[in-house]
């Protein structure tokens, strides 16, 4: 860690602001979202003193984490930025750390332990958009918020990424603080917990770094997948957990699968974290991801023409956070030019920032469901009745409703002309039965992946 030779002026501070910015939105794509978020969403460019780049982080341990694992990275994107001759130190700021919500008073506990914990305000019930993809997990969230340690405990939420879980995760945390501003609430990514206890047990400070999790209301959970492999954190998080609960207080996790399809994991902590209640989210419907990027445009205070909304939620279909950052780039291109947002701009300006998705048609539905069932094509196509066929055949319309968006009667065509009641029946059971059985709706989701190929096996 370097001190700052001499006071730094505005024009300096504002120059490495924006250079700093720019490293940033660099990093914010290489990097993976949660890697992002713990090493540098705080991060500052407050300086740049004779030809030196100095960066402001949370704490000391950052400063160092940061060079080490980080700064050949640096390095190299300030060279692809031309600012090849320029070297970076970084600060740590000696202030308090942030706590959850900055405004509201957080009485009785220590304020370290948040130092990490900070809750994003957008990240709340009434910016999500819900729909039958993540209706009963967005329902047991708002309950656990409603009524925390007493419903469901604890909960777990999983899904894809970019699917919401951070968001309804956080919702639960600014929903609490609203209802009770001295609710004690701790929101970490399991990654950022791995690097406390690193450095807990790097310095001897192990009871410091349980008492972080005594006394809690809530403590929010995130992408615990990353303790696949690590058995000294999944030991310390079934402490904090069994001690959390024992003692009436609320626990979340969020996790891009089940709690038993994460492999190496513990069994007595599967069998913790699934006791609760498993819940999961689905990649949105057509109608969600409309609604959502009409959502996003009205925040942004822009004028979507409903031909440029639907054209927009027609292509990106698989990820939420692909779905609002197709828009954000739109948007910054169109006001960049300023031009006019309508659907040619829309469609020539989409082809090169779009993810390049497979080509999807009825025939893929048909042969990945009828592979997954172990059924022919044609089978799957004809008449018989049998259970297991009648199942595939559900689940395969389900698909040309939700991935197509055929319409009832076109499906009906692909299985020998069924109509549509037939159809409709299908997919409201293929619904009702991902409701009822993660186990199916889990399933479904990885189905859906290879439908889509976004997983090839
Ligand atoms: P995950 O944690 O599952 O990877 P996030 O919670 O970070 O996903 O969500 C990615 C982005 O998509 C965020 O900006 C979030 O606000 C937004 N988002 C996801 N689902 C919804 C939804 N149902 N309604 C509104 N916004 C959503
Ligand atoms: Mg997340």
Redo the contacts with the bound molecule.
């Keep these: 860690m370097e001190q700052m030779a001499k006071p730094i002026g505005r024009n300096a501070s504002e120059s490495a602001c924006q250079l700093w910015d720019n490293v940033l939105q660099v990093l914010r794509v290489r990097l993976r ?1 949660e890697a992002f978020e713990t090493w540098f969403s705080s991060t500052q460019g407050v300086g740049i003193c004779n030809g030196n780049l100095v960066v402001r982080v949370p704490h000391p341990f950052s400063a160092d984490w940061i060079s080490h694992h980080y700064g050949a990275e640096i390095r190299t994107i300030l060279s692809s930025l031309s600012a090849e001759n320029t070297t970076v130190s970084f600060v740590a700021t000696e202030q308090a750390p942030r706590a959850v919500a900055p405004t509201r008073p957080l009485p009785s506990i220590p304020p370290q332990g948040f130092a990490q914990g900070r809750l994003q305000l ?2 709340t019930f009434e ?5 039958e ?2 209706r009963l997990a ?1 329902a047991a969230a708002r309950s656990v918020a409603e009524n925390p340690g007493s419903s469901y405990n604890p909960l777990f939420v999983y ?12 919702a639960i945390g600014n929903y609490r603080l609203t209802k009770l501003n001295s609710a004690r609430i701790y929101y970490a990514a399991a990654e950022t917990v791995f690097i406390e206890l690193i450095q807990a047990i790097e310095r001897n400070t192990r009871i410091e770094f349980k008492n972080r999790y005594r006394g809690l209301d809530i403590l929010l959970l ?2 615990i997948h990353y303790l696949i492999g690590k058995e000294r954190l999944q030991e310390e998080i079934f402490h904090i957990f069994n001690y959390l609960h024992d003692s009436g207080s609320q626990v979340v996790f ?1 996790s ?1 699968r089940p709690p038993r399809e994460i492999p190496t994991l513990q069994e007595r902590l599967v069998s913790r974290l699934g006791s609760g209640l498993v819940v999961d ?1 689905q990649p ?1 419907d057509l109608e ?1 991801r409309i ?2 990027l009409k ?2 445009a009205a925040a942004e205070s822009i004028e979507l023409p409903d031909d440029v909304c639907y054209y927009i939620a027609s292509k990106v279909r698989t ?3 692909a ?2 950052g197709s828009l954000v780039r739109l948007l910054a291109m169109t006001s960049f030019q300023g031009k006019q947002l309508t659907l040619d701009l829309t469609k020539s300006a989409l082809t090169d920032i779009l993810p390049v998705e497979p080509r999807v048609d009825s025939r893929r539905v048909i042969e990945v469901v009828a592979e997954d069932f172990g059924v022919t094509p044609a089978l799957l196509c004809g008449h018989s009745r049998t259970q297991e066929l009648v199942l595939a055949r559900q689940v395969a319309m389900f698909f040309m409703r939700d991935i197509l968006s055929q319409s009832l009667k076109e499906i009906g065509r692909h299985f020998g002309g069924r109509d549509h009641t037939t159809v409709l029946h299908a997919l409201n059971k293929v619904q009702q039965l991902r409701a009822a059985d993660p186990a199916f709706a889990a399933k479904l989701s990885t189905l859906r992946l290879r439908i889509t190929g976004e997983q090839n096996h």
């Design positions: 979202p957008r990240y910016n999500f958009v819900v729909g993809c993540n967005y899904g894809g990424v970019g699917l919401g879980k951070t968001h309804l995760l956080q995130d992408d969020t891009d989210l949105p969600t609604a959502i959502r996003r990820n939420v956070r779905l609002e």
